[in-house]
């Protein structure tokens, strides 16, 4: 009898201890899983914009040009001094000075033209004819070797 009344006690220390044995093998339980959540946001890169420039002043408008006159008179030319301002390709010679150092005559030299020698004086063309009237073809043909007058209070 001692046998039956041993058993139960028996039978559950045995069973406590392999459970105890059991749970020392066993790992913990482990904690629920944590929700990540993860939120993407597209952050724009700026462009990068250019430093404002000034704008340009605005120019001012030409005055409009006076309306053509028929049979108007010519306009009137100021006579003057020539003055020499180096020379140019089409008036390339020296020029002959007075004491004073105010022009006298040019000589036509290889390549020269009326016009060019005009410009080259800072004189109007139709001055330069009118202080040379040996000069024919509106100063359309000179020739090498000729003197043309550079003094504006002389004539030719």
Same mark, same amino acid.
């Given at each position: 009898?001692?046998?039956?009344?041993?058993?139960?006690?028996?039978?559950?220390?045995?069973?406590?201890?392999?459970?105890?044995?059991?749970?020392?093998?066993?790992?913990?339980?482990?904690?629920?899983?944590?929700?990540?959540?993860?939120?993407?946001?597209?952050?724009?890169?700026?462009?990068?914009?250019?430093?404002?420039?000034?704008?340009?002043?605005?120019?001012?408008?030409?005055?409009?040009?006076?309306?053509?006159?028929?049979?108007?008179?010519?306009?009137?030319?100021? +006579?003057?001094?020539?003055?020499?301002?180096?020379?140019?390709?089409?008036?390339?010679?020296?020029?002959?000075?007075?004491?004073?150092?105010?022009?006298?005559?040019?000589?036509?030299?290889?390549?020269?033209?009326?016009?060019?020698?005009? =410009?080259?004086?800072?004189?109007?063309?139709? =001055?330069?004819?009118?202080?040379?009237? =040996?000069?024919?073809?509106?100063?359309?043909?000179?020739?090498?070797?000729?003197?043309?007058?550079?003094? +504006?209070? =002389?004539?030719?």
């Amino acid at each position: 009898m001692a046998r039956a009344g041993r058993g139960p006690h028996v039978a559950a220390v045995v069973f406590t201890g392999s459970v105890l044995a059991l749970a020392g093998c066993s790992a913990p339980p482990a904690p629920p899983a944590e929700t990540i959540y993860v939120t993407v946001t597209a952050t724009p890169t700026p462009t990068p914009t250019p430093p404002a420039e000034a704008a340009p002043a605005p120019e001012p408008e030409a005055p409009p040009a006076p309306e053509p006159v028929p049979n108007a008179p010519a306009p009137e030319i100021e +006579w003057g001094p020539a003055y020499d301002t180096g020379s140019i390709a089409g008036a390339t010679g020296t020029p002959e000075t007075a004491g004073d150092g105010s022009l006298v005559r040019y000589v036509v030299v290889s390549g020269d033209s009326f016009f060019d020698i005009a =410009q080259r004086f800072d004189l109007p063309q139709q =001055q330069l004819l009118r202080m040379n009237p =040996q000069i024919h073809d509106f100063g359309e043909t000179v020739y090498i070797g000729q003197v043309i007058n550079l003094d +504006w209070t =002389q004539t030719g």
